[in-house]
């Protein structure tokens, strides 16, 4: 077997080179670049390549599908229903007003009961809450696994497009994330443990680290208003679609986190970002841990050598398509409000991050297994709370800007209806409106 060891010695000879070109490749076009806060350019162009691809790749579909008579979109369920812009209460007082079997008014009639029915079904068919924790639907085929509901195979071409696309993306675009993700996230932990002591030098450490960790993503983004960029002792309030949220502000400025412990791979992150710079991290379960944050916050940003606290107030993830209703905490502390608005682009890949249905590790595979990450940041001019107005309107006024400037829905509703059941309180609200309606007699 004497005769074997020379094309074992050649092979691993050519593993060797190979990795070699391969690191050195990333280190002098990626890692040193990103360090820098250099770009030369190549995400932007590879960004517009894809988007003539899609182009062309969208007519054909459209040709193929007016050719061989298929729907190709599907209807959204805003257009099943034409809902009326009244309140419960008019639409109760017209009913009676239209019976012309009684003389005067009861307290209760059979009638009033079919405005609830009504409402009850128009919530059940087009849900608002619901659909905001799934992926949202793409007017056309991005050429990824999460193509349009009723894509069929058209064309030898598309198929033979969508084939050499999955390879470039499992191939190469993957490997080269995973390699450059490893890097930013070892680094973080390794460095952050080792400059804790530190001060001057720790959020350069984490700049670095986040820029790396935005070239693993190839995210592409565009930041707006960068005079009003939140500045030291106060507090960035942004919605949020995804814990890359983070990484996408954190390659711009340096903050201070605040969020829940987490386990695993995050978990692990958190506990390296907290030797070296100050973060809160509290327990959702635990309700002693809110007084206590809530001082720590206080603290936090009076002092105003510290850096700038990154809130999401929602609580949760929400799928880019809207903005959910805000806690109120961190509307409570009494200092300035810097609001952010983040907005995905859908066509490149999907950012929403549905913890009940992937775990951490596999929605990073699906996000370095996509094409890219673009998005575009809003800095919102800072606000502060008005006189007389409460913690609540304040969040609901900070909510509705962020809202308008990233053209999302505002919505009501509390994102905890992820993981828990409509509160009693919705329904005693409801009952409120019938029970002290003017015209309402009580017997």
Same mark, same amino acid.
């Given at each position: ?235 960035? #309030? =942004?919605?949020?679609?995804? +814990? ?6 954190? %390659?711009? /400025?340096?903050?201070? &986190? @605040? ?80 609001? #952010? =608005?983040?907005?995905?682009? +859908? ?6 991050? %549905?913890? /009940?249905?992937?775990? &951490? @590790? ?82």
């Amino acid at each position: 077997m004497g005769w074997l060891l020379p094309f074992d010695n050649l092979l691993c000879m050519a593993l060797g080179i190979s990795f070699t070109v391969w690191f050195t490749s990333l280190l002098v076009f990626i890692i040193v670049p990103a360090i820098l806060g250099v770009s030369f350019g190549i995400r932007k162009l590879y960004m517009n390549s894809l988007l003539k691809i899609f182009e062309w790749a969208t007519l054909r579909m459209e040709r193929g599908a007016k050719e061989k008579n298929q729907h190709l979109y599907k209807p959204y369920s805003n257009g099943i229903i034409a809902k009326e812009m009244s309140t419960l209460e008019q639409e109760i007082q017209e009913l009676r007003s239209s019976s012309t079997t009684l003389s005067s008014e009861p307290e209760f009639e059979m009638a009033d009961i079919m405005s609830f029915c009504r409402r009850g079904v128009e919530s059940i068919v087009d849900d608002e809450v619901t659909k905001r924790f799934s992926a949202e639907e793409l007017e056309s085929w991005n050429l990824l696994t999460r193509s349009n509901y009723n894509f069929r195979h058209i064309s030898l071409r598309l198929s033979v497009l969508w084939g050499l696309g999955l390879l470039i993306r499992y191939s190469f675009l993957l490997p080269l994330r995973i390699t450059l993700a490893a890097t930013g996230i070892g680094l973080l932990v390794v460095l952050t443990t080792i400059v804790g002591f530190l001060p001057s030098g720790r959020y350069k450490i984490h700049m670095m680290c986040y820029r790396i960790c935005v070239r693993a993503l190839t995210a592409i983004i565009t930041y707006h208003n960068s005079e009003n960029k939140p500045k030291n002792g106060g507090i960035c #309030v =942004a919605n949020h679609t995804t +814990p890359i949220d983070v990484i996408i502000l954190a %390659n711009d /400025g340096c903050y201070s &986190m @605040v969020g829940q412990v987490h386990g695993g791979l995050i978990g692990v992150v958190q506990r390296a970002m907290v030797k070296s710079s100050p973060h809160i991290w509290f327990e959702r379960s635990e309700v002693k841990d809110r007084h206590l944050v809530a001082k720590m916050l206080s603290n936090h940003v009076a002092d105003k050598t510290n850096h700038p606290i990154l809130i999401f107030p929602e609580g949760t993830c929400i799928n880019n398509t809207s903005v959910m209703m805000f806690k109120k905490g961190s509307f409570e502390i009494g200092c300035t409000v810097y609001p #952010v =608005a983040i907005k995905y682009d +859908p066509r490149f890949g999907d950012a929403f991050w %549905n913890s /009940g249905k992937f775990g &951490m @590790v596999s929605y990073l595979l699906r996000m370095m297994s996509s094409w890219a990450i673009v998005c575009s940041v809003w800095y919102l001019p800072p606000v502060n709370r008005e006189e007389g107005e409460d913690a609540v309107q304040f969040a609901n006024r900070v909510k509705a800007a962020i809202a308008r400037q990233g053209g999302l829905v505002d919505l009501l509703w509390d994102g905890g209806l992820k993981r828990g059941k409509v509160k009693d309180t919705f329904r005693e609200e409801q009952q409120k409106l019938y029970i002290f309606f003017p015209n309402f007699q009580r017997g």
